[in-house]
Every structure is written in structure tokens, then in C-alpha cells.
């Protein structure tokens, strides 16, 4: 289970946010507000690009890891709550378990090599799914990814490399209240 302290105070920015947090954050809510919405999550990677590439962007505070799981920073929520902005730090050996999301997502790499495995879901009686992996994924810093609402992006992430790996996760959801309110959890068919 990830770490679920709650993540932030207040929406709006993290207080020791970045400025290219803010621009980023503001370029989401006018993406929103001018782009069709099969489309936002696309314009929302490419805007995650330049983010992906600023030196500096976490301060410790948001870089601290989870000593179980890996640990969700929330750095901004959108206070009419139709997005919420998460770093995720990584330590060796933690990962998700298989998953979809409730809403839309624009994810990349700011820092490290995290593996991403994709899967084809397929259920069978009591509600459960057998997940077939169709795609593993090594990426590096910069690389970003979409994911759609439901089990047709099922996927996991995990870090299987030496070194910390943070992601940054756009998520059309607000998560100040529950975190994990955007994973769609299976349960696997042995
Ligand atoms: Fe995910």
C-alpha cells in the first residue's frame, strides 16, 4: 500500500514550490479550459516536458522517501478540483502493485530509471482479472506517458534500479482528501 499520510495542508501550491511549478500549473488549468477533453492529457505531458528538465525543481522536503512504500508529495491542488500535481519518490526495490486509474493522467521522469510495465486486463468470475503484461518500459529522465481513465492502461511502476527514482504525476482528480483515490485496484485471478 502506498504511504497514506495525507499529502498536503491546502490547495493551491506547495509552499516551496518551484516557479516552473506555477507556470506548469497554470498552463494545466488553461489547457483545461480551451482543450477537448480526449485531448487534455496529451497537451498536459507536453507541458510537463520543460518541468522534467529544471535543476533544482524539489526541495528536500519534497524528496523525502517512504521508508515501506514509495512516498506521494502533493505539490499543487487545484482549488476548484480538477487536477492534482504529485511528486513521487521511489527508493530501490519499492514499486505499485498492478493498477488503473479513476481519471486521467499525465505522467514523466524527473530523476532516474523507473521500469513501467503495461497489461492487458481481462475478468474472469468473482470480479477478479488475470493481467497479461504486454509491454515493460525502462525509462529514463524526461520520458513521459498518458493513461486513461479505466482498466484499458493497466500498468506498474516500480524502481529495480540502485538509485532513487521521482515521477512527476498529473492527475485529473483531487487527492488532498484520499490519496489513493485514483488507483483502481485489481484483484488477481492465481
Ligand atoms: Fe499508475
Redesign the pocket.
Known amino acids: 500500500m502506498p504511504d497514506a499520510r495525507p499529502c498536503a495542508d491546502a490547495y493551491g501550491a506547495h509552499a516551496r514550490a518551484h516557479p516552473a511549478v506555477h507556470a506548469f500549473c497554470d498552463t494545466v488549468e488553461q489547457i483545461l479550459r480551451t482543450t477537448p477533453a480526449d485531448e487534455v492529457p496529451d497537451r498536459v505531458a507536453e507541458a510537463l516536458a520543460p518541468v522534467l528538465a529544471t535543476e533544482g525543481l524539489l526541495c528536500d522536503e519534497l524528496r523525502e522517501p517512504g521508508a515501506a512504500t514509495y512516498r506521494k508529495h502533493v505539490l499543487f491542488a487545484c482549488p476548484e478540483k480538477h487536477f492534482t500535481l504529485v511528486a513521487i519518490v521511489w527508493q530501490p526495490g519499492q514499486g505499485?502493485d498492478i493498477?488503473?486509474?479513476t481519471a486521467w493522467?499525465a505522467?514523466g521522469v524527473y530523476e532516474g530509471h523507473p521500469n513501467v510495465a503495461c497489461y492487458a486486463c481481462e475478468e474472469v468470475e468473482g470480479g477478479r482479472h488475470i493481467a497479461r503484461e504486454t509491454k515493460n518500459i525502462h525509462c529514463a529522465p524526461g520520458d513521459t506517458a498518458t493513461?486513461r481513465p479505466g482498466l484499458c492502461?493497466t500498468?506498474?511502476?516500480y524502481n529495480e534500479s540502485d538509485d532513487v527514482v521521482i515521477t512527476l504525476?498529473t492527475y485529473g482528480l483531487d487527492l488532498v482528501a484520499d490519496p489513493d483515490a485514483?488507483?483502481i485496484h485489481l484483484t488477481l485471478a492465481s
Open positions: 505499485t493498477h488503473g486509474h493522467g505522467v493513461v492502461d500498468h506498474r511502476i504525476h485514483i488507483n
